[in-house]
């Protein structure tokens, strides 16, 4: 499950971000990770030139 996306354009640099969520099997723990991509627009696609993720239990974020 994503939630709390964003995306933020400036000319060719863009930043992508939110929590990407999900629960392992049934009866699990549910984890969610927080994460941030840069990207830098080429002549037909993005390069991502950062991506940072972070781990976190379920609801702390």
Partial sequence: MLSD???QVLDNIAV???ING???AAG???IEYRF???LVKQAYSGRVVAA???R???GAI
Avoid: C, F, K, W
């Fill in 22 to 24: 999900y629960t392992p």
């Fill in 5 to 7: 996306a964003g995306l």
């Fill in 52 to 54: 940072r993720m972070r």
């Fill in 28 to 30: 699990l723990e549910a």
């Fill in 56 to 58: 976190e239990t379920a």
């Fill in 36 to 38: 941030t991509d840069v």
């Fill in 16 to 18: 992508a971000s939110g």
